[in-house]
């Protein structure tokens, strides 16, 4: 099993920055994928960004493309979003996700182990 708790969401003005971050305990996460995901309120949930096993290939929606950026720290079992130049449609929970697989895939069925949320609040 695996534990994960997000941390680092709130409000911010448009075109301002969040550090989101996920912890993960009980198991490593090391040999599994990790990734973001956000849902808006009345909407699905959303793909956002995902990272393979070792850190060194990553995925982003278009949508957040040049604005996030995500990380993993495998030694502490961390996962980080950096999103910057935030906009009012950023706005929603955001969730951490641990793949079942090393290398990344976009959608919530690849994904075992999930948070229990952030909300990001963005402000226009």
């Known amino acids: 099993q695996v534990q994960l708790v997000e941390s680092g969401g709130g409000l911010v003005q448009a075109g301002g920055s969040l550090r989101l971050s996920c912890a993960a305990s009980?198991?490593?996460?090391?040999?599994?994928?990790m990734g973001w995901f956000r849902q808006a309120p009345g909407k699905e949930r959303q793909f956002v960004a995902a990272?393979?096993?070792?850190?060194?290939?990553?995925n982003y929606s278009d949508s957040v493309k040049g604005r996030f950026t995500i990380s993993r720290d495998n030694a502490k079992n961390t996962v980080t979003l950096q999103m910057n130049s935030l906009k009012s449609e950023d706005t929603a929970v955001y969730y951490c996700?641990?793949?079942?697989?090393?290398?990344?895939?976009?959608?919530?069925?690849?994904?075992?182990?999930w948070g229990q949320g952030t909300q990001v609040t963005v402000s226009s």
């Open positions: 009980g198991r490593t996460i090391s040999g599994r994928s």
């Open positions: 996700a641990a793949g079942r697989y090393g290398n990344y895939y976009s959608h919530p069925q690849y994904f075992d182990y």
């Open positions: 990272i393979n096993w070792s850190g060194g290939s990553t």
